[in-house]
């Protein structure tokens, strides 16, 4: 579609018929642990997270069925190599792209995750035994499926939660451990694969602290009324 570019996805091509669309990974591209991303974190999230019934009852969501119908015949991922793969539909579906790039709530975990880590806490992968100590903890019995998909699995809109602390991702900067409550803090990813026109790494900043507020007024007490800076920007 007009508008639309690679971006973890380094490009893509689709049929004359819109019904098949050929996507090419980035080679070298890595998580934030600096584990390599491959086409195995694509099939991993189609056919362990989507293809689990504890997980996903219906099936893939309506953005990976023909004409984004609920009850649209599911799309076919075909895994090419390391790098390349396709997801076909059974008839045209020309908006496609739009929707897993601009239509509602989307990121790159819909269709990428780090199978390296979540394999970890899935039974296709890892004995229900081996999960025992994180189920108790989490006061669970044998549910892995609520482990998995409330605790382990962080997708892109989790990033603040204190539940992902840690968790690879492919974004500018990495949940951290703070050193005290109440803030967050967010480092550099230093396998981010972005640079800038002089070929320097990104993101230029290397932390983002955030201290967290109950309400607008505490917001306000912890402005500095002197220079106007601590509140995220500048008056005079």
Request: net charge negative; proline share 6%; glycine share 8%.
């Amino acid at each position: 579609m007009q508008g639309i570019q690679g971006n973890v996805l380094k490009s893509f091509e689709v049929s004359d018929d819109n019904t098949v669309f050929t996507f090419k990974m980035r080679e070298g591209l890595k998580w934030s642990d600096g584990e390599p991303v491959t086409t195995e974190d694509v099939r991993f999230t189609w056919e362990n997270i989507y293809g689990n019934e504890k997980l996903f009852a219906t099936g893939v969501p309506a953005r990976f069925r023909t004409g984004y119908d609920p009850a649209g015949d599911p799309m076919t991922l075909d895994i090419m190599d390391d790098y390349n793969f396709t997801l076909t539909s059974t008839g045209p579906y020309g908006g496609f792209l739009r929707n897993i790039t601009i239509e509602g709530w989307n990121g790159y975990t819909e269709l990428i995750n780090p199978a390296h880590v979540l394999k970890q806490w899935h039974p296709d992968f890892t004995p229900i035994e081996d999960m025992k100590a994180d189920l108790e903890a989490n006061n669970l019995t044998d549910e892995w499926w609520q482990l998995f998909s409330q605790q382990k699995r962080c997708q892109s809109w989790d990033v603040t939660r204190a539940r992902c602390i840690g968790y690879p991702t492919l974004t500018p900067w990495i949940s951290v451990q703070p050193e005290s409550p109440g803030i967050m803090v967010f480092e550099r990813n230093p396998y981010y694969f972005k640079v800038d026109t002089e070929g320097k790494q990104l993101p230029y900043i290397d932390k983002i602290v955030s201290v967290q507020v109950e309400d607008v007024e505490m917001v306000n007490q912890r402005c500095c009324p002197a220079t106007w800076t601590s509140c995220g920007r500048a008056r005079r």
